[in-house]
């Protein structure tokens, strides 16, 4: 049973109950799931990730507008709850802010800067974007006035020229890495350098792909995972960035690694080309990220230097 359905489960049985049976006045307000920090509230859990933070408890994000004493008791409440629950002991320990009674203004500020995520256009352009995924990832079980439900929802819409302006840096820097620096670096025998470039340019492509889809790309342990619910044409990548990242680079796999990169980049800019973000299917990735940073309709945005949202 993976994380959040053991999570779910055991809010139906104790959490639910507690809530409505003890606190009938602010069950209303209340959002109740299982999200944030964790492989589990990404779906990733396995039997390695249980050796840490994995347990059956479920968080209650607390509006600022509840009073303290009720936030005590609620704190109180959900450390009564059973410890042990098919076969897993719940953490006594919630300080970590992973579970447990949870401010909804902490939540948000932790991942964003803002009590109730609201982001400008520079804030977007900077925010990591591990940290947006933290802040709309896993479940909500309940949310009865949906204010939780609404702020997370706003969260997971990247704005269209914020989509634009990270897409326009990672073309750019897929360039200078698969398509220029590591053919010159093979060409001098640093096949050090010739990998890391390889590296460089599938973290990038990575990225894009995470960018035409308008998804928030997660911490890089857990990269690749989501890379694989990424729309098909993008997700069929996988393999290929693979191979790139982990095969040598000797005579023999050098033309093959540099034919994948430009396979690879191909599919990219026709899908940019196909959804809007650039005008023609470039052949050239400096021109393709130059034409997708010029469709950005903020001026401001625009304006600022092509690479200013990427890392």
Same mark, same amino acid.
């Not at 409505?20 to 396995?46: I, K, N, T």
């Not at 750019?172 to 010739?194: C, I, K, P, T």
């Given at each position: 049973? #993976? ?11 104790? /959490? ?8 009938? *006045? ?13 492989? *589990?509230? %990404? ?10 933070? %994995? ?12 009073? #303290?004493? !009720?936030? %005590? ?19 006594? !320990? ?5 579970? /447990? ?27 990591? *974007? ?20 609404? #702020? ?11 989509? $634009? $302006? ?11 890495? /698969? ?6 670096? %093979?060409?001098? /025998? ?48 996988? !393999?290929?960035? *693979? ?11 050098? $033309? ?18 196909? #959804? ?36």
């Amino acid at each position: 049973m #993976r994380g959040i359905e053991l999570s779910r489960e055991y809010y139906e049985l104790y /959490g639910a109950p507690m809530i409505d049976e003890r606190f009938p *006045e602010l069950a209303h307000v209340l959002a109740v799931g299982l999200c944030g920090s964790g492989s *589990e509230c %990404f779906g990733y859990d396995d039997d390695i990730s249980r050796d840490h933070d %994995f347990d059956p408890g479920f968080c209650i994000f607390v509006p600022d507008t509840v009073d #303290r004493a !009720d936030v %005590f008791k609620l704190e109180r409440a959900y450390a009564s709850l059973p410890r042990e629950f098919r076969g897993l002991m719940r953490h006594a !320990d919630t300080a970590s802010g992973r579970r /447990g009674v949870i401010m909804q203004s902490d939540f948000f500020t932790s991942r964003t800067g803002h009590t109730d995520g609201a982001l400008t256009m520079r804030e977007w352009l900077r925010l990591p *974007e591990h940290y947006l995924a933290e802040a709309t990832n896993g479940a909500v079980f309940r949310d009865d006035d949906g204010t939780f439900t609404a #702020r997370r929802a706003y969260l997971s819409e990247m704005p269209a020229d914020i989509q $634009k $302006k990270k897409l326009a840096g990672n073309l750019l820097l897929m360039s200078q890495s /698969g398509h220029y620096n590591y053919a010159r670096s %093979f060409a001098r /025998g640093d096949r050090a350098a010739a990998q890391l470039a390889a590296i460089e340019y599938a973290r990038r492509a990575m990225a894009a792909s995470f960018n035409l889809d308008g998804r928030p790309q997660p911490f890089y342990k857990w990269a690749f995972r989501a890379f694989s619910e990424l729309s098909p044409e993008l997700s069929a990548l996988s !393999d290929a960035l *693979e191979y790139l990242i982990t095969t040598d680079n000797d005579t023999s796999t050098y $033309k093959t690694k540099l034919d994948v990169i430009h396979d690879v980049s191909a599919v990219i800019v026709n899908c940019a080309h196909e #959804r809007g973000f650039v005008s023609i299917a470039h052949h050239d990735l400096t021109a393709a990220a130059r034409d997708c940073n010029d469709k950005i309709a903020d001026a401001d945005v625009r304006n600022l230097n092509i690479l200013y949202a990427v890392d």
